[in-house]
Structures are given as C-alpha cells and as structure tokens.
C-alpha cells in the first residue's frame, strides 16, 4: 500500500513562508513630513504676505481705488470723479508718509461698505472724496453725533 511520505505536505500546512518587506513601510509617515513641511511653507508665505501688506499699505488702496473706478453711477460728473482722484492722490501720498488719521479710514471704510447697489451715485463720491481727504489730513475732526447733555439734578 502506499503510505504518506512525511516530506509531501499538503497545501496550506506546514511553516508560513518567509515576509517580505513591505515597500509601503514609512508610506504614512512620509505623507505626514511631507504635508507638515507644505503646510509650514504656506504659513510662511502667509506671514510674509500680511507683513508686506503692513509694510505697504498702499498696494490694497490701489485695488481698492481700482475697483471704485469701475462702479461710477450714470449720476456721477467727470469733475466727480476727477475730484475723488486728487482726494485719493493726496491720501496715498499721506499714506506713504504715515500720516493718515485713523478717524478718515474708519470713515473711507463707513462709506464703502454704504454702497449695496454695487454703483457708486455722485453723493456716495463726495462722501469718499471728503472722507479720503479727512484721512490725509492727518487731524481728527470733532465727531458729529449730538451729545446727549446730563440731566440737570435738583438739590435734596
């Protein structure tokens, strides 16, 4: 009869073959270094571009100025818009000096976010004219909302 050689083995029996190194081994970690080093480098430009905004305030101005100049209502007169210009050049130059008021770019910024039609009407101009020219004064100008006077008290 035939008997079963102890050196046949079945499959599925017998010692797991030798492992083999993984070529995934350190996958997640070099994902993790190289998305910590991305995410370094991105906050590093971050901080460089607000420090050069700081630095250069009149680079958002421009934009800013830029985009004013392509929302002029049908109301508003060449001599407006050469009005609202001069104001802004005199503002830039103060700006550059560091000699705004910070009264007359609060109220630049009261009067741009006014503005919900997305056109800027001729009264709208005045008012940054004024508030651009306000700024690049450099003097704080007395505030215009009445006072409300202390009730007079009567003796006990």
């Not at 250069?56 to 985009?67: C, S, W």
């Amino acid at each position: 009869m035939y008997a079963i050689s102890p050196l046949v083995e079945a499959p599925g029996f017998g010692p797991p073959p030798p492992e083999t190194p993984s070529s995934r081994q350190g996958c997640a970690r070099n994902a993790l270094i190289g998305c910590g080093i991305a995410a370094f480098l991105l906050i590093a430009v971050l901080v460089g571009f607000f420090l050069y905004l700081r630095r250069n305030p009149g680079m958002m101005t421009d934009l800013m100025m830029r985009q004013i100049e392509t929302q002029w209502g049908p109301d508003v007169t060449e001599q407006d818009k050469a009005d609202l210009r001069a104001a802004y050049a005199d503002f830039r130059t103060a700006l550059n000096e560091k000699r705004v008021s910070q009264q007359g770019v609060q109220k630049i910024q009261f009067s741009l976010s006014g503005n919900r039609s997305g056109k800027l009407n001729r009264e709208q101009v005045h008012q940054l004219t004024e508030a651009f020219r306000t700024a690049a004064s450099g003097t704080t100008l007395p505030d215009r909302t009445p006072s409300v006077a202390p009730a007079p008290t009567s003796p006990p």
